[in-house]
Nanobody, 124 residues
Framework: QVQLVESGGGLVQTGGSLRVSCAVS????????MGWFRQAAGKEREFVGAIRWSDGYTRYADSVKGRFSISRDNAKNTVYLQTNSLKPEDTALYYCAAARGWVVATRETGYDYWGQGTQVTVSS
């Protein structure tokens, strides 16, 4: 079955960077869209960005545009979320999600599979 495992979260100071990874297995992901979401304490889960595996097309939330970037490594079956210029408001549990098909969805309902999440904490 499809499995998504995030790693790479941690504690970082304001202005710092982290690269979060999502290792995927259980299917051929060339026809998937991979999304990143986050959920801060007491808030709803929100879209961060997504990448279409086949052509590398990406889409980002306005709140992270220009600071975060998503990439994928076909050989390693891994998707990356590079986070730069981090702010305390970026503190959240970051989730990787996978959707079959070609539509780059921004809503949770557009995704079929989810990882367990990895915590990113930005100190001020």
């Amino acid at each position: 079955q499809v499995q998504l495992v995030e790693s790479g979260g941690g504690l970082v100071q304001t202005g710092g960077s982290l690269r979060v990874s999502c290792a995927v297995s259980g299917d051929t992901f060339s026809s998937y869209v991979m999304g990143w979401f986050r959920q801060a304490a007491g808030k709803e889960r929100e879209f961060v960005g997504a990448i279409r595996w086949s052509d590398g097309y990406t889409r980002y939330a306005d709140s992270v545009k220009g600071r975060f970037s998503i990439s994928r490594d076909n050989a390693k079956n891994t998707v990356y979320l590079q986070t730069n210029s981090l702010k305390p408001e970026d503190t959240a549990l970051y989730y990787c999600a996978a959707a079959r098909g070609w539509v780059v969805a921004t809503r949770e309902t557009g995704y079929d599979y989810w990882g367990q999440g990895t915590q990113v904490t930005v100190s001020s």
